[in-house]
Each structure stands twice: as C-alpha cells, then as structure tokens.
Nanobody, 122 residues
Framework: HVQLVESGGGSVQAGGSLRLSCVVSGYTSNSYCLGWFRQSPGKEREGVVG???????HYAHALKGRFTISKDDATNTLFLQMNNLKPEDTAMYYC?????????????????RGQGTQVTVS
C-alpha cells in the first residue's frame, strides 16, 4: 500500500523560501516516478516537477531555476526546495508517485498522491 505524506508548507513573504518534504512508503519496485504538482482554488492543476529513478527530471518551464527536487534514499523522502517565492506560487502542493508512467506524464496524472500541504505567499 503506497503512502505519501507531505509536510513543510506554511506562510511566507514574497522572496522567501520553503522546503517541502514527502515521505514515501509502500513501494516495492525500483523503478518509478516521483513528483510534485500544485493547485489553487479556481485554477487547473499544474505540474511542478517530475523525477525518475534514473535521475532524470522534468520541470515546469516557468518554475525551473526557483524550484529544485531532490530525494534522500536513506529515508525515502522527497523534497521540493522553493526559492524566491511569489504570490502566484500560493497553492496546495501535492507529492505524487507512479510505478508505470514516465516523465512524459504530468505529476498530477500519477497514480498515487499525498494529502497536500498548503503554501501561502504574501
């Protein structure tokens, strides 16, 4: 049973930084994709970044350079470092995982997702 539990969201002023965490458990495969997507009220879901187990990543073009994905294999924790945050980054952020899909898919299309963590930038 795959579980993803996010944390690290909060309120921050524009220009500030946050690091989101996502503990992933229940995977028995060595090949999968992990990623982050976000959603704001009244807006469509937006893929932030996806990463596969070969180390390849795919960032949303507008976010590349400010957001960085990383993973600690020892603790099965996925991170999203967000710098120079802007009010338009305000959203619920979700961690997602999939055994079958690859980076051609958006993270919001992945099979498994966490409950989300709220990021508010003012």
């Amino acid at each position: 049973h795959v579980q993803l539990v996010e944390s690290g969201g909060g309120s921050v002023q524009a220009g500030g930084s946050l690091r989101l965490s996502c503990v992933v458990s229940g995977y028995t495969s060595n090949s999968y994709c992990l990623g982050w997507f976000r959603q704001s009220p009244g807006k469509e879901r937006e893929g932030v970044v996806g990463a596969d187990t070969n180390g390849a990543t795919h960032y949303a073009h507008a976010l590349k350079g400010r957001f960085t994905i990383s993973k600690d294999d020892a603790t099965n924790t996925l991170f999203l470092q967000m710098n120079n945050l802007k009010p338009e980054d305000t959203a619920m952020y979700y961690c997602a995982a999939d055994l079958l899909r690859d980076l051609d898919y958006h993270p919001y299309e992945y099979e498994h997702r966490g409950q989300g963590t709220q990021v508010t930038v003012s």
